[in-house]
């Protein structure tokens, strides 16, 4: 097998300098200390949650060389790389496997919605796999955003590359990640994005997650996966059923300002995301306050 993707991963979030809206490399750095306190498989930096589409080329090799530094050795770094053209996403593909990522994450070009025909996307795709030094993910973005539904045939296809290693699919729906695990290569890896559905994921098939909810529950999420191949799987059941509500009422609901603003109150390096994002009001905050007590995690806090 080659790289192995079972287990689960982090989309971390990028902190910025509250005066010069740079990125913080300090708060970058201990935010992923404290996470790689617990035996996570790794992270993805510069996806949804870690605001990829309002960040700059350069910036994203700002986070992977400041990741590069602290990251554990067995652990993997991805990184988003998708963008608009195949020839930027190759570009960017190539500058992240030659500053040491593990993997690329490529989310689908929308722009041009109208033209992204299954047969444009498998070029699309193929081209980067092609170029790319490390292996590929397809990213199916959640789709209450601006994105594309990728067909589970082309998916298929794309399975059947030999640098197109796996999927991360947000949806949130089961019966998906199913059809995409069922459908595709036996050497394909399905992760899910959705928190609340990671314990259900695995035993459909999946091999682990990239969730949002693990930055704020980080040792219960990657128990999870731990419990799960290890045959606990009443812990691991429990333990979902502890943390998906904060998956559903933060990360779902309130996106990243909610993700944010939940870092802060547990005592890492949240911060304000990038405009045009609006930081959580003052009344969500205390909401996120109410959620996180509730799944006993403000014990946990730093603060």
Known sequence: MGLNLGGTFLPVTTPFDPVT????????????????????????????????????????????????DVVPEDALIIVGTGVESTRGTVELSRRAGAAGADAVLVQPPVFFKGAMTPEVLARHYKEIADASPVPVLVYQVPLRMSTLDLPTGLVEELSRHPNIVGIKDSRGKLDLVGELVQHSADDFQVLVGSGALLYAALETGAVGGIVAVGLLATAGAAEITMAYREGRVADAGRIQERIAPVHQSIVAQMGVPGVKAALDLLGLRGGDPRAPLSKASESKVEEIREILATAGLLTLARV
Request: net charge negative; aromatic share 6%.
């Open 21 to 68: 809206g740079d990125i913080d490399v300090v708060a970058f750095r201990s935010n992923l200390r404290h996470w790689f306190e617990s035996p996570i498989r790794g992270v993805l930096i510069a996806g949804t949650t870690g605001e990829s589409v309002l960040l700059d080329e350069a910036e994203r090799q700002v986070l992977l060389e400041a990741a590069a």
